[in-house]
């Protein structure tokens, strides 16, 4: 009743008529065209119009017909007289009915209309457009002219340029219209291209594509509103009061449609969410089929580079083949996560994909693929360091044969010699001392032989490619060797037997070899020694490398003095020769070593030493920049390891906490997945690390306990637990607004869950769900929990998330709520029927998702025999299936 009286003051106030200002010639062309033109809309439904408003309304005729068409009621029998009297008796029928609608009139009398008094005449149309036109229109609790502004600022809050605050001046430029129109039909005007400089184009625009396709005759001049400094409020009101009037209308059929539009297009969206998992799941297994074998290959190569290579392929797919798997991989079970939640609340059956290509069957294959990549990985290193001992060995065997086949030389040939048989007794002596210092030689070589037999039965046991080469050089050796030891042998006793008729020896000689002997061995010894090849992996291995080098080299001023020492002896056999005129023919009767050879060999020494320096100073430096790689990477793993842990503690509690509402778990859940998203260059830098070390052939680090393995499993798993629980709070939140579940029923429900979560693991098992349904009042027999069950936990993983929980208890209440909006959908297409035709769907609905419909309604059969005809529940089961609705 209140509010009818501020509608009747509202009346009130606009009756006001304002006299001075009717006095404006131009407020007063635009009121007489658009309260024409708006009465001409309705009159043109009884066939007749109006062409002068003082003068066509003065028999009252027209007039009465106008309200009979704008109320829908029946009003006296006109006067069908000439007479002045009978078109007053006229004219007052219809101001009384218009007083009967709760108006009153102000200085409005029949006699005035009667005689044409134009003044009079608009300011009784105005309130007849008051009455019919604004008075009945609400919006948000306000209504008349309120609420049109209202509805109109609504309307028109999204476009620029526009800003509606009254019926006059807000509208010269023509955007509101303009704005109005597109809100409703965008098909109808591009408004983007519309400017707010050019209101002629805007206010024509509008009223010609509203008169055109809206049915809205043009009641209002764009010359007039533009060239009017303050346009007539009462001519805009009339005219966007047919604006209102035409879109609501259409809005409940859109409603309706749009309600049905929504069920399909659920629909069709499910069925692409599962062609989408079908063949995600199936393009995943394939590749994991693929890629299992190649992991589990583990044929040898016999080079370092082939396996280098090998190594290198394997990075590739690292870092460029799975990552896009892993991320396939977690879409595929947020996609199949929203599709049952979805399904679930159209209350459809659960999702079962094909044989195979069940979430568990897939991570069943991501575990053998992973087992398998862990097992190359560790394959693949373990054969580089095979290779790289095979390499170093080899090189080994090479020198250290090459050298002794060098000293072999012509042994066999100097030992078969017959010299001794026609050689004085003198020489005689000369060749027992010279096979003397030969046979320490000999002995002298024998480490040699067994370093070298040695070094071949390791490469045997490595399995080392080129073995057989090796082994037949190693047996030439040895057997070279035992041929070398027995004709030793033998002329040794050739010479014992004769060294009896030798007495003659020079000691000068003799000491000479004796000295020369050991010393040359030494030389040679030391030269092998600084070229030898060397492998290391730590610091402390170089050094101590280096600090035997060192000690070498202090030794060098006492060999320096031997060799002083026997250059000396040397030198003083050459005085006595000289001295004594002793034929020796230039030559040492007891060794092959000469001056030359000690000197030669002691500047190779010498030349040798700083190039040992050299090496080691270099060995030294990479060793100290494997400990920096090292040490770097440990820095940042010992930092990065300790981080996801956390994080993954932290996404643990926020998910079973309950702090705040869904949507601020939500946004709290997707800053954290920033931040983690935002630590990939992180992991990305550890990744360069990883790799410089693994280039740098480091195999083992003391400054940390996580290898990049380590890192990457929790990196995965970080990534995999953020993605999952973001999912599972936005199911929660359609839950929640497909159910209409309050925030306050969410608490509720978790902290039921969580208290009967015993293990804080985010499921209760079945026998803790069982517990907390009793608790909440349910009488359950082990036939009903097992139905509960298989709604709750469709895949038999014997546990229920807290989605399937809040799922449950929300489904109870979800029914009765769908099922009104299918017959609320139902009557609005049905209309007076209590059936629907298929072409009324094609009419309402857009085609593909008309026919979609129509197409699941097939089976059914209409009511009465009429064909192609649906009641309510053929219409809901070809909606939403066999169901409880």
């Known amino acids: 009743m209140d509010q009818y009286d501020d509608d009747v003051d509202y009346m009130h106030q606009e009756d006001d008529w304002d006299r001075d200002l009717l006095l404006d010639p131009a407020w007063e062309k635009q009121q007489r065209k658009t309260f024409t033109a708006w009465c001409n809309s309705h009159l043109r439904k009884a066939g007749t119009q109006i062409e002068n408003i003082e003068e066509d309304f003065r028999d009252g005729l027209k007039l009465m017909l106008l309200l009979e068409v704008i109320s829908g009621e029946r009003l006296a029998k006109p006067e069908r007289g000439k007479m002045r009297v009978h078109k007053i008796s006229n004219v007052n029928k219809a101001l009384d ?164 539009c929504k069920v399909l297009a659920v629909n069709q969206e499910n069925e692409q969410l599962m062609e989408d998992y079908e063949k995600l799941a199936s393009d995943l297994l394939e590749w994991i089929r693929r890629t299992i074998p190649w992991l589990e290959n583990r044929m040898p190569e016999n080079t370092m580079q082939a396996m280098q290579q090998k190594l290198e392929d394997f990075r590739d797919y690292r870092r460029l083949h799975k990552p896009p798997k892993v991320q396939e991989k977690c879409q595929l079970e947020i996609n199949f996560n929203t599709l049952q939640t979805k399904l679930r609340l159209s209350n459809r059956p659960a999702f079962m994909p094909s044989e195979g290509k069940m979430v568990s069957d897939i991570n069943n294959a991501w575990g053998n693929l992973e087992g398998a990549e862990k097992g190359y990985e560790e394959w693949l290193l373990n054969e580089i360091r095979r290779l790289e001992r095979l390499d170093h060995l080899a090189e080994k065997f090479r020198q250290k044969a090459a050298i002794h086949e060098a000293w072999t030389e012509g042994k066999e040939e100097m030992l078969q010699k017959r010299d001794y048989e026609t050689a004085s007794l003198s020489e005689i002596k000369a060749l027992l001392k010279k096979h003397e210092a030969f046979e320490s030689d000999l002995a002298a070589h024998q480490d040699r032989v067994e370093q070298i037999a040695a070094i071949a039965q390791e490469l045997n046991e490595l399995d080392y490619y080129d073995s057989p080469s090796v082994n037949a050089r190693c047996q030439r050796i040895c057997d070279q060797w035992d041929a070398l030891g027995a004709l030793t042998q033998k002329r040794s006793e050739a010479l014992q037997r004769t060294e ?75 005085k006595i020769v000289q001295t004594y005129h002793v034929n020796m023919a230039g030559t040492n009767p007891y060794t092959t070593i000469n001056p030359q050879e ?184 082990e036939n009903e929990f097992s139905r509960i069950m298989s709604i709750v936990d469709p895949n038999r993983m014997g546990v229920v998330t807290f989605q399937a929980f809040i799922d449950f208890m929300s489904r109870e209440t979800a029914d009765t709520d769908t099922a009104d909006q299918v017959m609320a959908s139902f009557k609005v297409l049905a209309g007076d029927k209590n059936y629907i035709l298929a072409d009324e769907l094609r009419r309402e609905l857009p085609p593909d998702q008309a026919e979609y419909c129509i197409a699941r309604m097939a089976p059914y059969t209409g009511p009465d025999g009429v064909p192609g005809a649906l009641d309510y529940m053929s219409f809901s089961t070809a909606l939403y299936g066999e169901s409880d609705l």
């Not at 109109?152 to 509606?164: D, L």
């Not at 000479?512 to 492998?535: C, H, S, Y």
């Not at 999912?727 to 029923?745: H, P, V």
């Open 97 to 260: 009915f218009i007083a009967s609608k709760g108006v009153k009139l102000v200085s409005i009398g029949a006699e005035e209309i009667v005689d044409g008094n134009a003044k009079m005449t608009l300011g009784m149309i105005w309130t007849i457009i008051l009455r019919f036109a604004i008075q009945d229109i609400s919006v948000e609790e306000t209504s008349a002219k309120e609420g049109l502004l209202l509805w109109c600022q609504r309307k028109t809050a999204p476009y620029k340029n526009v800003n509606i605050q009254n019926f006059h001046i807000s509208w010269k430029d023509g955007l509101g219209f303009c704005a109005l129109i597109h809100r409703h039909r965008p098909e109808l005007i591009d408004y983007g291209k519309l400017r707010k400089d050019d209101p002629m184009t805007n206010l024509n625009t509008a009223f010609d594509v509203a008169e055109k396709y809206l049915d809205i005759p043009k009641m209002l001049d764009a010359e007039d509103i533009i060239s009017t400094l303050r346009p007539d409020e009462k001519a805009v009101m009339t005219y966007v009061s047919c604006y209102y009037h035409a879109f609501s209308g259409k809005q409940k059929a859109e409603t309706a449609a749009n309600r049905i």
């Open 598 to 781: 000690i000197n030669a060999k002691w500047d190779k020494v010498r030349q040798l030493v700083p190039q040992r320096d050299q090496a080691l100073i270099e060995e030294h430096a990479r060793q100290q920049n494997n400990e920096r790689l090292r040490r770097q990477f440990a820095n940042q793993a010992n930092v990065i390891g300790p981080w996801i842990q956390t994080k993954m503690e932290e996404i643990g509690r926020i998910s079973i906490e309950m702090h705040g509402t869904l949507e601020d778990q939500l946004t709290h859940l997707r800053q954290y997945e920033k931040s983690i998203v935002n630590y990939k260059p992180k992991i990305d830098q550890l990744e360069g690390d990883h790799q410089l070390i693994q280039e740098a052939l480091i195999f083992d680090n003391k400054h940390t306990n996580y290898t990049m393995e380590h890192i990457r499993v929790g990196w995965e798993q970080l990534l995999t637990t953020i993605a999952r629980t973001i999912n599972e709070i936005e199911n929660q939140i359609l839950t929640r607004d497909a159910k209409g579940i309050s925030q306050e029923q969410l608490n509720e429900f978790r902290a039921s869950f969580n208290h009967f979560d015993r293990k804080r693991t985010g499921m209760m098992d079945a026998e803790d769900f069982k517990t907390c349904l009793i608790s909440m009042g349910y009488n359950l027999g």
């Open 500 to 574: 009896k008729l030798l007495e003659t020896i020079d000691q000068l000689y003799l000491e000479f070899a004796k000295r020369a002997a050991p010393f040359n061995n030494w030389m040679e010894g030391a030269m092998e020694d600084l070229q030898d090849t060397f492998i290391v992996h730590t610091i402390e291995e170089i050094q101590g490398l280096s600090t035997a080098h060192e000690q070498f080299k202090a030794t060098l001023p006492e060999a320096d003095k031997e060799r002083q020492a026997i250059l000396g002896i040397h030198n003083e056999i050459a």
